[in-house]
């Protein structure tokens, strides 16, 4: 008989306030990314207090436009209930696409008031956005939102609201993310043109939901392509590279990356192995000397 696995919804109760697994993993994943955000601050040598400002502005600015976002989805309902729009604790509801909007409209407005470069705050906004992206996914995982497509695997999960056993779609996509989040942090750290980071964040998040949109419940393919499409246009533009010329050096780079790999693994492992032969003639009371010999 295969075990299946059920979700938790409500992570904890005290009282008659339930404690949902979504709402806590997407605070946590908000101060995930604002710590993200001030290490970045640090270690590009930015004010710190600023930065942080500028990052619960820019979060407010988001939680309002996925606000919005979702009552405007679902203009049907809330036209008839318009008192429920404000009170969200008992008509829940955020629009992811919303708060991208919101964020980076207010993100723009407030870089532009103080003069400060729009494309170094996207580049620090985005690794924090990531960031943010791996722990919301754990909580849709547990909460049961965004839902996989129906599947009888043994690892497949009860969802909330749907019927039938789904793919863990959300773990999965979480895994990915970090992924991304190690592989832009090490680029952030580094130097870089203003925009890259931006650009990669782009890329690994197209990426990611196109290798996880087929198995969703619901495809977004065009979106996505879209996302991939723009941060490979901006990363070009940054950076100044040609499209063409990497394809056509393509090859040779990955050739010769194989080979230094190749090499450096045997060597390591040639330093390991004749370690190891020095250890076992110790045994024995054999002891190898490599200094020269005096001649006298």
């Known amino acids: 008989m295969v075990a299946y696995l059920d979700m ?42 600023k930065v942080l400002d ?49 964020g980076v409209l207010t993100l723009y407005f407030l870089v532009r008031k103080k003069k400060d470069n729009f494309l170094q705050a996207l580049d620090i906004a985005s690794v924090g956005v990531v960031g943010a992206l791996v722990l919301s996914d754990l909580g849709c995982f ?7 497509a129906p599947n009888n695997l043994f690892f497949s999960v009860n969802m909330v609201g749907v019927l039938g056993k789904r793919f863990p779609v959300q773990v999965l996509e979480a895994l990915l993310f970090l992924f991304a989040l190690s592989r832009l942090w090490s680029s952030a750290t580094h130097f870089h043109q203003r925009g890259k980071i931006l650009s990669l964040s782009l890329i690994y998040f197209g990426a990611v939901k196109l290798l996880t949109s087929p198995l969703r419940a619901q495809n977004e393919f065009l979106l996505f392509f879209v996302f991939l499409f723009c941060g490979v246009y901006i990363f070009y533009k940054v950076t100044k590279r040609k499209l063409i010329s990497d394809l056509k050096n393509l090859p040779k780079e990955v050739t010769m990356e194989r080979l230094k790999k190749y090499w450096y693994n045997q060597k390591t492992a040639l330093v390991w192995n004749l370690r190891n032969l020095k250890k076992i003639l110790r045994r024995f009371n054999v002891r190898l000397s490599w200094k020269k010999s005096r001649q006298y």
């Open 142 to 148: 547990l909460g049961g939102c965004g839902v996989g």
């Open 8 to 49: 938790f919804p409500v992570l904890f109760s005290l009282g008659n306030l339930s404690v949902s697994s979504f709402g806590v993993f997407l605070a946590l994943g908000f101060l995930l990314g604002i710590f993200l955000i001030w290490r970045l601050a640090r270690a590009w040598d930015l004010d710190e207090e």
């Open 54 to 102: 500028l990052t619960l502005l820019t979060l407010i600015g988001g939680l309002i436009g996925a606000r919005i976002y979702f009552v405007l989805e679902n203009f049907q309902f809330f036209s008839q209930h318009l008192f429920g729009i404000l009170v969200i604790y008992k008509y829940p509801g955020f629009s992811f696409w919303g708060g991208i909007i919101g």
